[in-house]
């Protein structure tokens, strides 16, 4: 089993809003990672967890928070975002930090209105 | 940090024709992956190949570390190929993957 599930696929919010995008996992993956993704633009990393704690994170606006809870799970929790934070937001996972095949899930797309 | 460029950067095929996707890498590579994007947005893997030549069907990849290269080979294309290939490098500080900006290919019937 190579699946990644994020839930929910699309959400739409206001941007007085909190919500969270949620990602899974059962390959007993060690390494988790966010990206987004604009419309014709390539992924692009924002925050990576490694053995359930951040290890990188790419500068990201405050208004996006991430949480590793456990080895299987990360979330992102969106607050007071803007409109041109609408973008699919992709979860991916891989066995460790870099250098191993990294999975992705069906995304989540997002629009902020 | 790498830097992965992609070429061409659009492709239109005939069904049934073969083409040639092509990847350089600014840095050695110690993970080269390639992907298709459906019209859904989802990344589907096609191959984990940071040295040497793989086939999975139609397809095939090869990647020359020392050149810093990697190719995509599609043969006997069908419409349903179409979408956004991209390919993703990590540097061998075990970096995560950045990725290139991709080849949108058409396939036509």
């Known amino acids: 089993d190579t699946e990644v599930t994020q839930t929910p696929k699309h959400l739409v919010m206001g941007m007085t809003n909190k919500k969270s995008l949620k990602c899974e996992q059962h390959?007993?993956?060690?390494?988790m990672y966010w990206y987004k993704q604009k419309a014709k633009k390539p992924p692009e990393l924002m925050f990576v967890?490694?053995?359930?704690?951040?290890?990188i994170n790419e500068s990201v606006p405050s208004r996006f928070s991430p949480e590793c809870p456990n080895s299987s799970l990360l979330n992102l929790h969106l607050h007071a975002l803007q409109p041109e934070d609408s973008a699919l937001y992709l979860c991916?996972?891989?066995?460790?930090?870099?250098?191993?095949?990294?999975?992705f899930g069906q995304g989540t797309r997002l629009t902020v209105v | 940090g790498i830097q992965v460029e992609q070429s061409p950067p659009d492709l239109i095929l005939q069904e049934g024709a073969n083409s040639t996707l092509r990847c350089n890498f600014s840095?050695?590579?110690?993970?080269l992956q390639w992907f298709h994007q459906n019209p859904w947005g989802q990344l589907i893997n096609l191959f984990y190949?940071?040295?040497g030549t793989k086939q999975n069907g139609r397809l095939s990849a090869t990647t020359v570390a020392t050149e810093r290269y990697s190719l995509l080979y599609i043969s006997s294309s069908q419409t349903t190929d179409s979408g956004v290939y991209f390919c993703a490098g990590g540097d061998s500080g075990n970096t995560p993957l950045v990725f290139g900006k991709g080849t949108r290919l058409s396939v036509i019937a």
């Open positions: 190949i940071p040295s």
């Open positions: 840095d050695s590579v110690n993970n």
């Open positions: 991916a996972s891989s066995q460790d930090e870099g250098g191993t095949e990294a999975f």
């Open positions: 967890y490694s053995y359930e704690k951040l290890s």
């Open positions: 390959m007993g993956h060690r390494a």
